[in-house]
């Protein structure tokens, strides 16, 4: 039966040149050079600092055009709340990697409703389609990209 993994995944590698670039473009620019704005990054867990809330959007901006230009999906971004002390701001941004077991509820309660003729599963942190004719799981997929769910889906391991 053909089958293929619906899973939101973000490339550790495409994430660390991001960031490498975000710092990169942050000591070049005029309005932050100097300022002790920087980007601390911890697996997937990034820490904007900088010296005002101002300075920290800026940085955020930045980051979300880097990510976007190294194909990273920047919906999967959880963004909290700008954290102030005398000194400074920070804001934590946590990148989401992986389907947490609502998401893929969420994927698979759309799957049935859609009332397309395949089964969908929970495996860990993906879902896998199965489907008897391989035109079924295409149009999973394109109903999938249409549908309006809260994380980035890519699809992978499609078998024949």
């Known amino acids: 039966m053909p089958s293929f993994d619906v899973v939101s995944e973000v490339d ?3 994430l660390r040149n991001a960031v490498d ?3 990169r473009e942050i000591g070049n620019r005029f309005d932050l050079k100097g300022t002790g704005a920087r980007v601390e990054q911890e ?3 990034l820490t904007l600092i900088g010296e005002a809330d101002f300075q920290v959007q800026q940085v955020l901006e930045i980051l979300r055009l880097r990510l976007a230009k190294r194909g990273i999906d920047v919906a999967c971004l959880d963004i909290a709340d700008v954290t102030r002390n005398l000194a400074e701001a920070r804001q934590k941004v946590t990148v989401r990697n992986g389907l947490d077991a609502d998401g893929a509820r969420k994927v698979v309660k759309s799957i049935k409703e859609s009332g397309i ?3 969908a599963q929970v495996q860990d942190k993906q879902v896998r389609v199965t489907g008897k004719k391989r ?3 295409q149009e999973v997929i394109a109903f999938l990209r249409k549908a309006e ?3 980035p ?3 992978t391991n499609f078998r024949d």
Do not use: G, P, S
Request: charged share 30%; aromatic share 10%.
């Open 149 to 151: 769910l809260e994380v």
């Open 153 to 155: 889906l890519q699809f």
């Open 43 to 45: 697996e997937y867990v």
């Open 135 to 137: 035109d079924d799981l």
């Open 117 to 119: 003729k395949v089964q």
């Open 21 to 23: 670039q975000t710092t």
């Open 12 to 14: 550790a590698h495409e």
